[in-house]
């Protein structure tokens, strides 16, 4: 059963247990889902393009999140932060920071990365590798660290 499908089964049921933030929060993935397709002009996602959808959909809740809480609206932000939560159950488990660390310095030396000038190279594998897994800052902050 592909992503879309799960979605649409767990929409179907969120609607008969009347969870709302969660039925809110499925119907936001299905809609991003969608457009995603139409852009393309696709008939399926790949599963990759389908978890880079979701994450994205993931920060822009967390961001949107801290931009209410600093202009003082907390039931915004926790409304936010509900459909974060509920939307990145559909993420793959995230890899810790050292699971991460190990990663990359594998990554590092099989492309032969020396200094901060081959930043670009060893970022390009790693967000591939680890697409989905870890968040692109967190992999941009471990390749500085351990290139430097």
């Not at 649409?8 to 119907?27: H, P, S, V, Y």
């Not at 594998?125 to 692109?136: F, H, M, Q, R």
């Amino acid at each position: 059963m592909s992503l879309f499908e799960q979605i649409n089964q767990d929409i179907k049921t969120a609607m008969l247990a009347k969870e709302k933030e969660k039925l809110e929060a499925l119907r936001a993935i299905k809609a991003a889902f969608l457009i995603a397709k139409t852009e393309k002009g696709e008939d399926q996602l790949s599963a990759e393009k389908e978890i880079s959808v979701i994450q994205k959909l993931v920060k822009q809740r967390e961001d949107s999140a801290v931009i209410y809480q600093q202009n003082n609206r907390p039931e915004l932000a926790e409304k936010e932060q509900i459909e974060a939560t509920y939307i990145k159950a559909y993420l793959p488990k995230q890899l810790s920071r050292e699971e991460i660390e190990e990663v990359i310095k594998n990554i590092i030396s099989s492309v032969g990365a020396s200094g901060m000038k081959d930043m670009g190279k060893v970022m390009g594998v790693a967000s591939k590798e680890l697409a989905g897994k870890a968040d692109g800052k967190t992999i941009s902050e471990i390749v500085k660290q351990l290139l430097a």
